[in-house]
């Protein structure tokens, strides 16, 4: 998954019913749902190999990073209720990820997932209505920040998705790998 989990964080911001001034920041949960993919690709770029996501997308890789991530929003804010919001959706990454592609549930453990990357255009309509849907329930909460809740940003999500999965068609390749196969 990968505008889908942009559409999860905003949605879970749009449910976060707190005062305005401590609700979580979008950023945060922003970063927060893309955590593993960044380590992912942090391990691609050093050329370290990360078997079916072993190091960043298993249980165990998920709950340490969540553990990071929740400590450091905790760091930041003050706030208890956003570290557990930011780790819980580290968490969250986990389910998407294993519809969409297939993920190691720890090392050297079994790969699961549907894999439906195979067909990009399975793909872009999983995804899509995720996205729209925390676009949409973001959009009608006060105190967003404007660049999140523009109709630009919408379209934005959608041809980053629509532009990964006709690549990825084209190329064969969906998530960075550094392993020599």
């Known amino acids: 998954m990968i ?15 707190r005062e305005a001034d401590l609700r979580a920041p979008l950023l945060w949960l922003l970063a927060a749902s893309a955590a593993p993919d960044v380590l992912d690709a942090a391990f691609a770029l050093g050329q370290y190999c990360n078997p079916a996501g072993a190091f960043s997308h298993s249980l165990p890789a998920a709950g340490i990073l969540a553990a990071i991530v929740g400590v450091a929003a905790f760091l930041h804010t003050r706030s208890a209720a956003t570290a557990l919001l930011v780790a819980a959706l580290v968490m969250l990454h986990l389910p998407p990820d294993y519809v969409t592609g297939r993920k190691a549930l720890w090392s050297g453990g079994p790969v699961i997932g549907l894999y439906i990357y195979r067909w990009g255009w399975l793909d872009f309509l999983v995804e899509l209505p995720i996205v729209v849907a925390g676009w949409w329930m973001l959009r009608r909460t006060k105190y967003t920040p404007r660049w999140a809740v523009s109709g630009l940003m919408l379209v934005a999500l959608l041809t980053v998705q629509a532009a990964f999965d006709i690549s990825s068609q084209v190329n064969g390749t969906r ?7």
């Open 175 to 181: 998530a960075p790998r550094s392993c020599t196969r």
């Open 3 to 17: 505008a889908g989990h942009v559409g999860i964080a905003a949605g879970a911001r749009a449910l976060d019913r």
